[in-house]
């Protein structure tokens, strides 16, 4: 192994130790990082970890891709498992999923869908990473419109609604019916809430059952949209 490779190597597994300690301290600190500390929890001097990540924006961008990229492969492996026509089960499964991730993940979770940082804007990076939970919910209504298993509804939408949809369409989805990705972001936007609503304590002294509340809430997402029971 010439010189360069081992320098890369150890490069990276530095990093990963970095971010393995900067994770550590999401669970006590939230967002609120800070270089110095995570080099002090490591034993360097605080100069020291500028070698690796020039900033605490640096930082963040890099936890907030690798949690978008590992909510993604959850969402992703769900949907992948479940029969293509159950329209029905893989929104079941890819809500649960994310549910799971964010319960077993909730630092992580608040991270991406907590109050924003101050001071931080989150760069282009974060975008592709971002968009493949919601991609993967609309990609199921998409293989329901193209195997013929999903109905559109009646188009309703408010002119700046329809535009603002229609430009979305024709960017990830080419011939999707905005009325039909309204529902569809209607069910996403939901989601979330649901998940934050439990992991930041709004259920808090409401609702006891939360593993049916959360699937009963998910079967209204799935009648809303006009996902079909399996025959």
């Known amino acids: 192994m010439s010189a360069s490779s081992i320098r890369a190597r150890v490069r990276a597994e530095m990093l990963d130790e970095i971010k393995a300690v ?22 360097m001097v605080s100069s020291a970890i500028y070698r690796y990540v020039p900033s605490r924006d640096d930082l963040l961008t890099a936890l907030i891709i690798e949690a978008y990229d590992a909510l993604g492969d959850t969402v992703e492996a769900a949907d992948g498992s479940a029969e293509r026509h159950d329209l029905r089960g893989r929104w079941h499964a ?10 077993t993940h909730p ?28 991609l993967t ?23 700046p609604v329809r535009a603002d949809l229609t430009e979305l369409a024709d960017t990830f989805f080419p011939g999707m019916p905005t009325a039909l990705l309204a529902r569809g972001m209607a069910g996403w936007t939901q989601l979330f809430g649901l998940i934050s609503f439990e992991l930041f304590g709004r259920l808090n002294q409401t609702v006891a059952h939360r593993d049916v ?15 079909p029971h399996l025959q």
């Not at 940082?117 to 974060?126: I, K, L, M, S, W």
């Not at 419109?145 to 109905?151: H, M, Q, R, V």
Request: aromatic share 6%.
């Open 213 to 227: 509340y959360f699937d009963h809430q998910v079967g209204l997402m799935a009648d809303l949209i006009g996902l």
């Open 137 to 159: 919910l609309v990609g199921i209504l998409r293989d329901g419109l193209a195997d013929g298993l999903l109905a559109v509804p009646a188009d309703d939408l408010p002119e």
């Open 22 to 43: 900067a994770r550590r301290h999401l669970t006590t600190e939230g967002a609120n990082l800070s270089l110095r500390a995570v080099a002090r929890d490591m034993g």
């Open 107 to 134: 630092a992580e979770y608040a991270l991406l869908y907590g109050s924003p940082v101050p001071g931080y804007a989150a760069p282009e990076d974060t975008v592709l990473p971002a968009q493949r939970p919601p």
């Open 94 to 103: 890819v809500c649960r999923a994310a549910r799971d991730w964010a319960l």
